[in-house]
């Protein structure tokens, strides 16, 4: 009976935290929302001198009080599955601990707090929790087509660093150190630099010839950008095009984009409805 009684606690307390599809688990995560929000003011306003100087006490409070409750958030989430290391070690575990971490470690190293702001990454959670399907099931997609294209882009991105070496080091060699370029490293900045149409202007080439080969690099920059973009657009358009924007999160495993006719976890096998 204690068992039973702990299950139906375990049950509902995942109910609360991970579903989103309830109104108890809407309301939770739209709080969640608030305060996340708030925390990221408080963070960036206590980056501001002026304001830190009149309000300081009253934005650590505020950060502790939210702080205390991502805690206690964590933690919740970790008993409401039943494969608790599998949350924790997943993207979202370890972005709900990322959130937390910071004010403590700012007791031992000051500073370091502001990384508080890295709480904004759990917003991501909008979409699931305001039921916005498509963009749910449109970023699914986008996910899955940079998977399939990871290994296009990793040999892609070989050779164009291949090329920033090669270009780095003709730069160096045309312009010298007389003109900014003292050396291959500096030269091979130049052009990443170049090539991704940034442009600082920190470093120009001023003979002839140097101006000649930027013009090339830059002209070489618009098809580089061009090329990541039509891998992953290639995989995309390959895909299947339905839209899934089921929101269950597997009680056992704590997996989630399900199909919308789902009645079991893709990855454990375990029951969605249980």
């Given amino acids: 009976m204690e068992i039973s009684k702990k299950e139906h606690i375990r049950k ?61 958030e964590y933690i919740a989430r970790i008993i409401a599955v039943k494969r608790p290391l ?10 709900d601990l990322l959130a937390t971490l910071p004010a403590y470690i700012d007791l031992l190293f000051p500073g370091l707090h502001f990384l508080l702001s890295i ?7 909008v ?18 087509a940079l998977k399939k294209a ?3 882009i990793a040999v892609f991105l070989f050779n164009v660093i291949v ?18 370029f003292t050396s291959i490293p500096m030269g091979i900045y130049w052009t990443i630099v170049t090539l991704t149409t940034v442009g600082f202007g920190d470093i120009t080439p001023q003979t002839p010839f140097g101006q000649f080969v930027s013009v090339i690099i830059m002209i070489l920059g618009y098809g580089i950008i061009a090329v990541p973009t039509g891998l992953v657009t290639a995989e995309f358009m390959s895909r299947d095009k339905t839209i899934h924007d089921n929101t269950q999160v597997c009680p056992n495993c704590s997996a989630d984009h399900h199909r ?15």
């Fill in 150 to 152: 990871k290994l296009k």
């Fill in 260 to 274: 919308n006719d789902a009645g079991f976890c893709y990855n454990c096998g375990h029951s969605l409805n249980d």
């Fill in 163 to 180: 090329l920033c070496i090669i270009l780095g080091t003709i730069m160096f060699m045309i312009e010298g150190p007389e003109n900014g």
């Fill in 119 to 125: 709480r904004a990454i759990r917003l991501l959670r």
């Fill in 12 to 72: 509902k307390l995942h109910e609360i935290i991970y579903e989103a599809d309830t109104p108890f688990g809407k309301l939770f995560d739209l709080f969640l929302l608030v305060l996340i929000v708030i925390s990221i003011v408080a963070v960036m306003l206590e980056s501001m001198a002026g304001v830190y100087s009149k309000y300081g006490k009253e934005l650590e409070i505020i950060e502790w009080v939210i702080t205390i409750f991502f805690t206690m």
């Fill in 86 to 95: 599998k949350y924790i070690f997943s993207t979202y575990g370890l972005i």
């Fill in 127 to 144: 979409f699931r929790i305001l039921k916005l399907g498509h963009f749910v099931g449109a970023s699914n997609q986008l996910v899955v």
